[in-house]
């Protein structure tokens, strides 16, 4: 994975940019390392943005599929300033890569999986039709209500928190999504822990803006969900640097992430169902078990987990806050991803 990050930030791919010499060069490390992998990479033009989606296919034992995906590309360069985006989005393509490795040398039971590193997710391209999940959501290489699950990674690749914090926050990983499709929060609770060296806690997906490439099939209703860990106090900045990665957490969080495919892979329901509800209940239990073990330590650590049981108190029995307490909520995540940025 070290060896993968460092070549996306190197001076050649120049940051990465979609439709750039960089970006086409970029393009070549991530098919040379899917190869390496085992699979047979192609490409997908994404001529709105001028690049291309590096796509590759592991066939399953029947014609329906999970897709794993990170997009490839950040900002390129800015006057002498190269971003070079290691956690965003460097990392996760290293993650994906080994991911495939691992299901590429054992195939899941069941399903196919689909290897998608996708193009120009970054602005000016960012929630247009350039896009390039959007692109492929509009031109999918299968049916897309073939693809039963999406999981994207995004800003996977740092420790929450300074390195005094508690292991117990320095291993979350957010999960958002799964309450998006009936059966994957029960899966997500008992894989949750099942590697040492993460912590995966669920979320709504609503506690942030549609922010990476599952927006695409969000808006298609097809199921996802999204890893993340949040945004560090180097994103979208040339401080992005590969020094800053936690290598044991991303290769705690890609045999996580093995484990969770698997299983989705082998899950008998034929197609997953779209559910178009909110989760509040795990996204306030994941906060009061992520503030806990700062309680002691820091008052704005305990007035948080106050904050998250009152919120908690106040969920309705559909399982999300009333409308005029997700203000509150929204304000608690965005205080809490910049405290541990």
Known sequence: MRDLV???????????AAGTEGGRIARGVVIEALRGAGLDPFEQAVPKARGANVLATIPGEIDRYVMVAAHYDHLGTVGHHVFRGADDNAASVAILADVARRLAADRPMGRGVIIAAFDAEEPPYFLTAAMGSEHFARH???????????VCLELVGHALGEVHLPSEVRRTMFLLGAERSEGTLTHVHELARSEPGVIIRPADAEIIPRLSDYAAFWERERPFVLLTGGRSRHYHTPEDLPKHLDFARMQATAAWIERFVRAQCARHEAPFVFRDRRDDVSTLDSIGDLLTPLASVSDVAAMGAQMARSLRAR????GALPLDARGELEQLVAAIESSLA
């Open 140 to 150: 999918p290489t299968v049916p897309l209500d073939r693809i039963d699950m999406m």
């Open 6 to 16: 460092d070549e996306l930030c190197s001076d050649r791919c120049a940051g990465r």
């Open 315 to 318: 969920v309705r029995r559909d």
